[in-house]
């Protein structure tokens, strides 16, 4: 089992940045597939960026490109979402979700197997 514990957000100003972590216990997750989600009220919950195992391959949303950057410390057992550039739409609750070793990347929530509680980014205009 894994256990998935985001920190970092809150409140900011449009055009402002915050650093989302992810800090993963129970087991390393250094194998693992390694994604960003959000939830906006009454919205669905949103493929945001993902990271390889190793790190070498990011993937993210069209609408964060440019703007937000994954990377993980396999060390640490922890990824990180920098996110610069906020705007009012980037506000959201943001889960980090991990899947089983040596799974692919995908976009789609239902494939990942662990989550966090989420954290909150607000974002005002």
């Known amino acids: 089992q894994v256990q998935l514990v985001e920190s970092g957000g809150g409140l900011v100003q449009a055009g402002g940045s915050l650093r989302l972590s992810c800090a993963a216990s129970g087991r390393t997750v250094s194998s693992q597939a390694m994604a960003w989600f959000r939830q906006a009220p009454g919205k669905e919950r949103d493929f945001v960026s993902a990271i390889s195992w190793t790190g070498v391959s990011t993937y993210y949303a069209d609408f964060v490109k440019g703007r937000f950057t994954v990377s993980r410390d396999n060390a640490k057992n922890t990824v990180y979402l920098q996110m610069h550039s906020l705007k009012p739409d980037d506000t959201a609750v943001y889960y980090c979700?991990?899947?089983?070793?040596?799974?692919?990347?995908?976009?789609?929530?239902?494939?990942?197997?662990?989550w966090g509680q989420g954290t909150q980014v607000t974002v005002s205009s």
């Open positions: 979700a991990s899947r089983e070793p040596l799974r692919l990347i995908t976009k789609i929530p239902e494939d990942y197997d662990y």
